[in-house]
């Protein structure tokens, strides 16, 4: 337990308070690459895209190619080796974790969802939602008509885990939480698996 606790990051984090971020209109990788081991193994070698506000970007490779690991690198869950990851055209390395992390939206293949209602799950806790917010990502992620029949709506509890609730429901859950929060920037990471062909194909 105490090898936990005093367990350190590799993140790097700006010394002072960091930059200030108000939106993301630019992300940037530039030869990124993460290598691991005593003998350098690179697990990521030269990645280099751009995605700018308005843009789709899809990155598709084989299971365990390192999709997963170029997201968390991107919401500073995990540091990159080499190369330059950029914000709006400055190092992401100049900003906080939480400042980026305010302005994404990660979805992810296996989603958290929590003992409580489905309301709960989406929202989080968050307050001063804005009146409609929560109508308009129940209807975006498609989980409005599963919702619609359940006993007590968005009020129905979902038991541990979402016990009550599909996989796709859970992912779809998970989809609307990350859209309540109208993120700069949404990171999918294979989150549509669960869910039928006619679902996902209309996302």
């Known amino acids: 337990v105490d090898e936990l606790l005093l367990a350190s990051s590799a993140v790097k984090k700006p010394s002072g308070p960091g930059a200030a971020l108000a939106r993301i209109e630019k992300l940037e990788t530039r030869g990124v690459s993460v290598t691991t081991g005593k003998d350098n193994i690179h697990l990521l070698k030269g990645i280099t895209f751009a995605a700018r506000s308005g843009q789709l970007i899809s990155v598709v490779g084989k299971i365990g190619s390192g999709k997963s690991s170029l997201l968390s690198m991107l919401t500073r869950f995990s540091e990159f080796s080499g190369g330059e990851i950029t914000i709006n055209g400055e190092d992401i390395r100049k900003f906080t974790p939480a400042?980026?992390?305010?302005?994404?939206?990660?979805?992810?293949?296996?989603?958290?969802?929590?003992?409580?209602?489905?309301?709960?799950?989406?929202?989080?806790?968050?307050?001063?939602?804005?009146?409609?917010?929560?109508?308009?990502?129940?209807?975006?992620?498609?989980?409005?008509?599963?919702?619609?029949?359940?006993?007590?709506?968005?009020?129905?509890?979902?038991?541990?885990?979402?016990?009550?609730?599909?996989?796709?429901?859970?992912?779809?859950?998970?989809?609307?939480?990350?859209?309540?929060?109208?993120?700069d920037l949404l990171l999918l990471d294979d989150a549509t698996s669960a869910m039928d062909a006619q679902t996902e194909d209309n996302f």
């Open 99 to 183: 400042a980026i992390r305010e302005r994404i939206g990660l979805d992810t293949q296996d989603p958290f969802i929590m003992t409580g209602t489905v309301l709960n799950n989406i929202t989080l806790g968050r307050e001063n939602i804005p009146d409609g917010a929560i109508d308009t990502a129940v209807r975006v992620s498609q989980v409005k008509h599963d919702v619609s029949k359940l006993p007590k709506g968005l009020e129905t509890s979902v038991g541990t885990r979402g016990l009550a609730l599909s996989g796709g429901q859970k992912q779809r859950v998970a989809l609307a939480r990350a859209l309540l929060m109208r993120p």
